[in-house]
């Protein structure tokens, strides 16, 4: 299939070159050039303007940095959404608020065929490499099992969580209680050290006993206890703190339009925002254990 393929960052960059080792055809735009270019290293070929990477694409996919650049890519000055075939199909994986996934949907599919899904995903810059994100798609059905097929090429579990934004909505529902979890995972882990106790044994300990949680499991904050992820790794790489911060504002924002109560999503939102304006944005989310480290040490 010709795909087009904008946005080729953390993210962006491994689903581009996996969609290419799968035989697509794939046109990106990026407005990194470093970027683009090593997209093309990894077989993809560089569109030099938006309207161009969409020419005879069957499918459009958009991983963007917010709401605000996807609404500007497809609706803004020269936005490509008219330039693109009347019978498309358009993926957005970029993670936004619900009410612009739903407007970009409606834009795309008034006076023609062109039909967009929104597809957030999960499993980080790990499964974007190794094709195993989780995709939580929100569109009509029929438009969700058409996406399928080129989806299980940079990923291995597809849901459907709803109409158009519903997958915005489960995937910051997911992560309000990713950073909960990672806050008391890091909070529980530094009272134990507090009083002698070894990391790895309490971790050991809390993931047989009910304090299991997928941060325990697969991302031990406390540096040292399990390898291969970013705490053992000065925090380098994986999930960003201003993009964790990035997601609780849009749980907050969604909270707020729902009057729904999250306390604790609230307070993870003020913790990440302390702990981002403290210079700590570009580091993995689980640096967030560094927060509870006692400053006298
Ligand atoms: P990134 O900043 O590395 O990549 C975004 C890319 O989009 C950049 O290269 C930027 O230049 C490009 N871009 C911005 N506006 C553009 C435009 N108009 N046209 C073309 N390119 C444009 O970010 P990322 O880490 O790849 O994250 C992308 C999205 O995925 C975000 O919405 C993020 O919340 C979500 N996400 C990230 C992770 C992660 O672990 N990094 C995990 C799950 C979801």
Redesign the pocket.
Known sequence: MRIAF???????GPMAANLVKAGHEVSA????PA?LQEAVNAGASAADS?ARAVENAEVVIS????GA?AK??YLGDNGILDAIGQDSLIIDC???DAATARELAAAAAADSGRVMIDA???G??GGAKAGTLTFICGGPEDAVERARAVLECMGSKIFRAGDNGAGQVAKICNNMLLAIHMIGTAEALQLGVDHGLDPKVLSDIMFASSGRNWSLEVYNPWPGVMEGVPSSNNYQG???VN?MN??LGLALEAALASKSATPMGALAKSLYGLHANAGNGGLDFSSIQRFFKHRDE
């Open positions: 904008f946005g080729v960052g953390h993210m962006g735009f990026d407005l990194v970027l938006p991983m963007l940095p917010s650049a500007g890519l970029s993670t936004i957030p995903v999960s980080g810059v994986g999930f960003g993009l990035k997601d």
